[in-house]
């Protein structure tokens, strides 16, 4: 049986009796609050103590994550995240900062954001950081907010924003967000940006281009800085989607290749907690022509002093405040760590890692659809076995059975039977070893039963889920 909604424990009567009587007077919500923002009645639960604990117990064992075993779920980084990231941000003078406070009483936790906004300049080349958006699409908005600002500001009414057929899915999204129009760029033989239909679709309408590089089918995109050169010709900006900057933390700059503005994602490339609905962090970098565009505030240094500083060309806020300050905590503790030297070998053991899997899983018959050297991850297609009416969900659901997360499925769109896989550097050789043995062992299985696959997962605490009516009766919550 599935755990029961916390709610279904709930009885009148039933809580833990650790408060004395409210010394505080007693108000009348019926006066306070009018009734169109009253429920008719309160739904607070009434829970003890043990069932509470028992309750997130028993939720945390049906779960999967990444404290049991690999999570290899492509273009999401999911390396493990270190304790002590946790540990530092939970001591009380981070915790119990309060963001109305005077400056003068916050100087370290600005010194803290300070010196993380200096550390993502030194690894991006850029010249200046925000920290506000609270995500990584979040960061993706903001930049293009901020380029749409600066060509009204040259009076340009640019429209068109070129984005690649292997982008992230919210890049269209920002980019009609942001009020412009996104024209796609296919992608020629070798899975990188066909330098031909760019040039075609390149002119004095276009504002940007967003690139991923690595591009989420784990190819480095060779040539950037020739892209980069053509768009400044027509005055155009180039945009970087940073999701895979964990691909060559200390190895290559961004700017140094002409990208103009990018966002960061800390919970993939510095180890913040990925989901769970936030607080996540997307920080923005960007070139000194557009530094005063970025959100306020922003935070400055004289002499020993930190201070928050307003310009009046910028967009204005992205979010309340300052942005997720513990977030930063734990960010800035992964950076400090590691130092460059440290970031450098990171990235190189996770390009190891992957390109090791990837050699792995082709000795035992899974191939990538193009055969371009990749970086951080790599994207197998299993179209031979959908001709025998198997699918790449099939497989993946499957792995569930073997105590692996699945990787991610029909991602990017431009190759059939899409399984996209990215190890992290933190998996051990033994553990991407398990994940051969698994791979094989489902291959098999393939051929002596196929419609067990068709119909795994088998041990899971739910079984094979209607996605597609997930998908079109979309409910979430339970009222």
């Known amino acids: ?107 370290g936790a600005l010194k803290i954001m300070y010196e993380l906004s200096y550390f993502l300049k030194e690894i991006s080349g850029m010249d200046g950081v925000t920290l506000s958006p609270p995500a990584g699409a979040s960061g993706e908005l903001t930049a293009m907010l901020v380029i749409k600002k600066y060509f009204l500001d040259k009076r340009e009414e640019r429209k068109i924003v070129l984005i690649p057929d292997s982008a992230h899915g919210t890049n269209p999204a920002s980019v009609s967000m942001a009020g412009f129009v996104s024209q796609t760029i296919k992608s020629n033989s070798e899975g990188m940006i066909d330098l031909d239909d760019f040039r075609k679709n390149l002119n004095e309408n276009v504002a940007c281009l967003m690139i991923t590089n690595p591009n989420t089918l784990g190819i480095f995109e060779k040539n950037i800085k020739i892209i980069a050169e053509e768009l400044h010709k027509y005055g155009a900006l180039l945009y970087l989607d940073g999701a895979n900057l964990n691909a060559y933390c200390g190895i290559h700059r961004p700017g140094d290749a002409g990208v103009d503005i990018m966002h960061f994602n800390l919970h993939k490339t510095f ?13 923005v970098g960007a070139k000194a022509f557009l530094v005063p565009y970025l959100p306020n505030p922003k935070i400055e ?12 060309e910028s967009i204005g806020k992205t979010a309340s405040f300052y942005g997720n300050f513990n977030v930063f905590v734990k960010a800035y503790t992964y950076i400090k760590m590691h ?29 990538c659809e193009y055969q371009t050297p990749t970086l951080h991850e790599f994207v197998l297609t299993l179209k031979d076995f959908k001709k025998k009416d198997i699918r790449a969900l099939d497989i993946a659901k499957r792995l569930l059975d073997y105590n692996c997360h699945a990787p991610t499925v029909y991602f990017p769109l431009i190759v059939n039977e899409a399984f996209m896989i990215e190890p992290t550097e933190t998996e051990p050789k033994e553990e991407l070893e398990r994940f ?3 791979m094989k062992k489902i291959k098999e299985e393939l051929k002596e039963n196929p419609e067990m696959v068709k119909a795994a997962p088998h041990h899971t605490p739910v079984r094979r889920l209607d996605e597609g009516k997930a998908s079109r009766e979309l409910i979430v919550k339970w009222s």
């Open 301 to 312: 240094k004289n002499g020993k002093k930190y201070y928050f500083k307003y310009d009046k």
């Open 1 to 107: 049986m599935l755990e029961k909604l916390i709610k279904e424990y709930s009885k009148k009567g039933k809580f833990n009796d650790y408060f004395g009587d409210c010394d505080v007077k007693e108000r009348d919500l019926e006066k306070e609050l009018p009734e169109n923002l009253r429920r008719k009645e309160f739904s607070f639960i009434e829970v003890s103590e043990v069932e509470v604990i028992r309750h997130f117990i028993r939720l945390s064992s049906l779960n999967y994550h990444l404290d049991k075993g690999i999570y290899p779920l492509g273009s999401c980084t999911m390396k493990h995240n270190p304790k002590v990231n946790e540990e530092v941000s939970s001591y009380e003078g981070f915790l119990y900062l309060h963001p109305l406070q005077k400056e003068d009483d916050v100087q």
């Open 436 to 438: 051969v043995f698994v």
């Open 271 to 283: 180890s913040t907690p990925h989901g769970g609905g936030g607080p996540g962090a997307g920080p």
């Open 339 to 367: 130092g460059l030297k440290g970031l450098k070998k990171v990235s190189q053991i996770a390009v190891l890692n992957a390109n090791y899997l990837r050699k792995r899983l082709a000795e035992i018959g899974f191939s």
